[in-house]
C-alpha cells in the first residue's frame, strides 16, 4: 500500500516537472504569463483601497483582512490550477474519450488526468498570495498557517471541480454547470464574507463551499482557533473523498457513454 502510494506521487512528480519543462522552452510567454497574472491581480486592490478611503471596514473585514483575503483566494486558486490544471477540463476529457490514455496506466486515472498539465500564469496567482501574507503580518505562524490554508483550500475547489465534471458521466456534455461552477468559485471569493446573508451564506459553505476555502482561513490566520482548523481539516477530506467517490462511480459508465459520442 506505501509503495503504491509512493509510486503515485513519484508519478505526479514526474508528470508536473515534464509539464513544467515543456513551458519554459519559451521563457519570455513563461514569464510574461507570471508577471501579467500578479499585475492583474494587484490591479483590483486599487478599487478596494479607494473604497476604504471612505470607509473603515466592509462587511466585517478591515483593509489588511481583505488583502489576506485576496492572498488566501489567490494563493488557493494558484495551487489548484497550478498542480491540478486538467480537473478544470474534465468535462472535455470524459466527453472526447481522452480518458483512454490512462486507463490503461498503472496509476489513479483520477489523479493521473487532472495533473497532466500545469498552468503558468497559476504562478503569478500564489506569488501573489504570497507578497498579502507578509503585508498582512509575516510571522512563521501566518506563513504556516496561510500554506497550510492554501492547499486544503486548494484540494476542495479541485475536489469540486471533479464532482461537477464527472456528472458528464451520467449526463453528457455538461460543460455549462462546472464551468459556472468554477466561475463562482473565483468571482466570489474576493468578497468580505459578511456582506453575504441568509441562503446565499448557507450555500457559501455547502454546495458551493467558499466559506471554507477562503473565508475560513482568514478567520484561522486573523483569529486563530483550533476549533476552525479542524473543521477546515474535516471540510477538505469529506470534499477529496467525495471527489474521488464520484468520478469512480461515474467511471463505470465511460467507456459506453464515450463510444457513442465518438461516433457522432
Known sequence: ??????????????????????????????????????????????????????????????????????????????????????????????????LDNYLVQPKSVLISSITSSIEVSAIGDMLYGIVMIIVFGFTLKNVLLFLLCGICGALIIVSISIIFSSLSFWFGKTEIISETVNSLMINFSVYPEGIFTGIIRVMFYTILPLGITTYLPVRIISDFKFIYLLYLIIGTIIFVLLAFFVFYRGLRKYSSTNLMNARV
Not at 4 to 32: C, D, G, M, W
Not at 44 to 61: A, M, N, P, R, T
Open 1 to 98: 500500500m506505501l509503495m503504491e502510494v509512493k509510486n503515485q506521487i513519484y508519478a505526479i512528480y514526474l508528470s508536473i516537472k515534464y509539464a513544467f519543462q515543456r513551458e519554459l522552452l519559451n521563457k519570455f510567454t513563461f514569464l510574461s504569463n507570471i508577471i501579467f497574472m500578479i499585475i492583474n491581480n494587484a490591479c483590483f486592490i486599487i478599487q478596494w483601497v479607494i473604497l476604504y478611503s471612505i470607509k473603515d471596514e466592509v462587511g466585517g473585514y478591515s483593509f489588511k483582512q481583505v488583502l489576506l483575503l485576496w492572498g488566501v483566494a489567490s494563493f488557493t486558486f494558484g495551487i489548484s490550477r497550478f498542480f491540478f490544471k486538467e480537473a478544470f477540463n474534465l468535462t472535455d476529457t470524459i466527453n472526447n474519450g481522452k
